[in-house]
């Protein structure tokens, strides 16, 4: 079965262009919106989903509960899901990254600099998680609620090639592409 990953609704900071990170951060009402329009899209494909597999954090949290709400299955926590930690750069919006730190784009920095969450760190982490749904639900079709950076990652994992994707938006992961993935 494919995977549905889907990425959580608006924020204010999304709004802002403010680095979230692992800040809990909720939805605002144009984000619950978009969850809602995407799950209204998604209840047309079938197979229909088994389960709603979330990021711990509150704006992941809060799409995963609309989605159930309109689908109707139940929820699976996963913390391996959670938005990569950008330390104390979160909070600044992009222009103060590139005006106070001279960062174009966070998503670059591989390495420890600023205290950020090595993307190898990362990648494990998402690796490891995706490794305990594909055991756990083998055969089921999930859709997976959680961050702009784990999706991104997902996809690059699985050879997909996956920008930074709108508040709701979503990609779809093959069962070929996941499988192989946790098969490395």
């Not at 711990?56 to 309109?70: C, K, N, T, Y």
Request: aromatic letters at 4%.
């Amino acid at each position: 079965m494919d995977w549905i990953v889907m990425r959580h609704g608006e924020t204010d900071w999304n709004r802002e262009r403010r680095l979230q990170g692992v800040q809990d951060v909720g939805l605002n009402e144009t984000g619950q919106e978009q969850v809602r329009e995407a799950c209204r899209k998604l209840l047309r494909q079938s197979p229909p989903f088994s389960r709603i597999v979330s990021s711990p954090l509150r704006r992941a949290r809060q799409s995963a509960g609309i989605a159930q709400e309109m689908i109707g299955v139940p929820i699976v926590m996963l913390p391996q899901l959670q938005e990569r930690s950008f330390g104390p750069l979160e909070g600044k919006t992009a222009d103060e990254l590139r005006r106070d730190e001279q960062i174009q784009d966070v998503e670059e920095i591989m390495d420890g600099s600023y205290g950020i969450e090595e993307m190898a760190q990362v990648r494990e982490r998402i690796r490891q998680g995706l490794f305990h749904l594909a055991a756990a639900y083998p055969a089921e079709r999930l859709l997976i609620i959680t961050h702009g950076s784990v999706i991104k990652c997902i996809g690059q994992m699985c050879g997909l090639s996956v920008g930074l994707l709108p508040n709701a938006g979503w990609i779809s992961i093959p069962a070929s592409r996941w499988e192989s993935l946790i098969k490395r």
